[in-house]
């Protein structure tokens, strides 16, 4: 009886650390749009607009600002938000736990957080959550081996991997870090690594702007792709 008490202990405590990882910091999935903005704003952040191209927007950034994501009146752009009520911006650099974090994608929906993204993650972060929140559940999302030619070395085959390490995944939040490895045909190694917290309204979301964008551009759209 007491080793079944104490197998129901561990248990919760581990349902407890699942629940509790909602974001980083101040940046809780869920929470109002303005919020978030105004706090940033009286830690002396600045605001601005990105109407240019993605390649732009990761290159011409100052320090300290938030860049919100518009749509040109007479155009179309790739990463502008498509859908009504979907808010998008881009913070600059923050630091949260004594990590010093850069280029942070947060998305909003209807003024309520729905996604964060982190795209330049460091070895840090994954120590600090995993040391919070116990080592995350790996999962192997695409696989696919193919061939690329090296001048010193000519042909050899290598393989490209997705992998997500997950610290929370269920019907509410999926936080995980998304490691993908692939290779060019010069053979050269291009690896990119995110941390990513997302709630299904968020994934919905991506896949009606998807549709959108082929509209746009003219493109059948093939729902099996989802």
């Known amino acids: 009886m007491k080793f ?28 109002n749009e303005t919020e978030i903005i105004d706090s940033l704003k009286s830690n002396g952040f600045k605001t601005s607009t990105i109407v240019s191209t993605m390649d732009d927007i990761s290159f ?3 320090p300290k600002y938030i860049y919100q994501y518009m749509q040109p009146k007479k155009a179309y752009y790739y990463g502008a938000p498509l859908v009504k009520g979907h808010t998008k911006y881009k913070i600059t650099g923050l630091q949260i736990g004594g990590v010093d974090m ?26 600090l959550l995993s040391e919070k929140y116990g080592q995350p ?13 090296s001048t010193s070395s000519g042909n050899f ?6 992998r997500h390490y ?6 509410f939040i999926r936080a995980y870090i998304m490691s993908n490895i692939s290779y060019e045909l010069n053979c050269q190694l291009s690896q990119v690594t995110h ?13 009606e702007e998807k549709q959108l964008q082929d509209q746009k551009e003219g493109k059948k759209i093939n729902l099996n792709e989802f």
């Open 4 to 31: 079944i008490f104490f197998i129901g202990i561990i248990l919760n405590s581990i349902c407890l650390n699942a629940q509790q990882i909602e974001g980083l910091g101040f940046l809780k999935i869920g929470r």
């Open 60 to 62: 011409n950034v100052k």
């Open 102 to 127: 850069q280029d942070i994608e947060v998305h909003f929906l209807d003024s309520k957080l729905v996604c964060i993204k982190i795209n330049y993650v460091r070895i840090s972060i994954q120590t």
């Open 137 to 149: 559940k790996e999962e192997v999302i695409y696989r696919n081996t193919n061939t690329c030619y």
């Open 157 to 162: 085959t290598v393989e490209s991997i997705r």
């Open 166 to 171: 997950y610290f929370r995944k269920d019907d």
């Open 195 to 207: 941390l990513i917290f997302e709630t299904d309204a968020y994934i919905r979301l991506t896949v």
